[in-house]
């Protein structure tokens, strides 16, 4: 059976939804030591952003655990979703929560998942590295610096360096990056490598999904 949840705008029509089925909560059950939390996907007849709840099972596949469409990315309606989704999963929480790194995201996880580990997304983060324009050199040091086996303290040190001669300190992203570098970094996070493969496993399976969604 099909759960949704979902509430209308003043005029009547669909706001925010979410949708998970029987199986879906099964999934939930056994698979959600970590969940993907991914709203990028917004090329859809309906212009809003999709989200999807993942994560990998036990044969290393794409699990789907629901979906949702949002009116509009606020920190007030992706609580909705999260405890949406908590209710419908029997308050289940997930140790690990993975997602793109949007502040709004953050600040919802951290209210409604507040015990969970929160890790932004490999996948998302070389993308950016690439898109916002760092050189080469940069981006083969962030690279290391997101898989390398290295202590904390190298990693402040290796991070100083190129900020000033690369001159970052003007440039948003990398600052930004280093505010989250405790969600990102492997000299953080080396004690929850799972993260990362678990992560690469669920982008491969619902990107080529979501090309065949209207």
């Not at 949702?68 to 979703?81: D, F, N, P, R, S």
């Not at 600040?107 to 590295?129: D, Y």
């Not at 900020?163 to 989250?180: F, I």
């Not at 678990?198 to 969604?213: D, L």
Request: glycine share 4%; with cysteine; aromatic share 16%.
């Amino acid at each position: 059976m099909a759960m949704g949840r979902y509430n209308l705008t003043k005029e009547g029509m669909l706001a925010n939804l979410f949708w998970a089925d029987r199986m879906r909560k099964v999934d939930y059950q056994h698979f959600c030591d970590i969940i993907v939390f991914d709203s990028t996907y917004k090329n859809n007849k309906y212009k809003r952003p999709l989200v999807i709840f993942s994560s990998a099972n036990n044969n290393k596949q794409t699990t789907i655990f629901g979906f949702g469409l949002v009116l509009e990315e606020t920190i007030a309606l992706y609580k909705w979703m999260l405890e949406n989704l908590l209710e419908v999963m029997c308050n289940k929480f997930s140790s690990v929560v993975v997602t793109d790194g949007d502040d709004a995201i953050i600040t919802a996880i951290t209210e409604v998942f507040p015990s969970s580990i929160h890790c932004l997304c490999a996948w998302h983060l070389q993308k950016n590295v690439t898109s916002n324009g760092n050189k080469q050199m940069f981006r083969d040091l962030f690279l290391r610096w997101l898989y390398a086996d290295m202590s904390i303290d190298d990693f402040e040190t290796e991070w100083a360096e190129p900020v000033d001669e690369y001159r970052l300190h003007d440039k948003l992203w990398a600052m930004q990056m280093y505010e989250k570098r405790k969600m990102w970094a492997n000299a953080y996070l080396c004690d929850k490598f799972f993260c990362w493969v678990s992560y690469h496993i669920v982008v491969r399976g619902y990107k080529f999904a979501c090309e065949e969604i209207p």
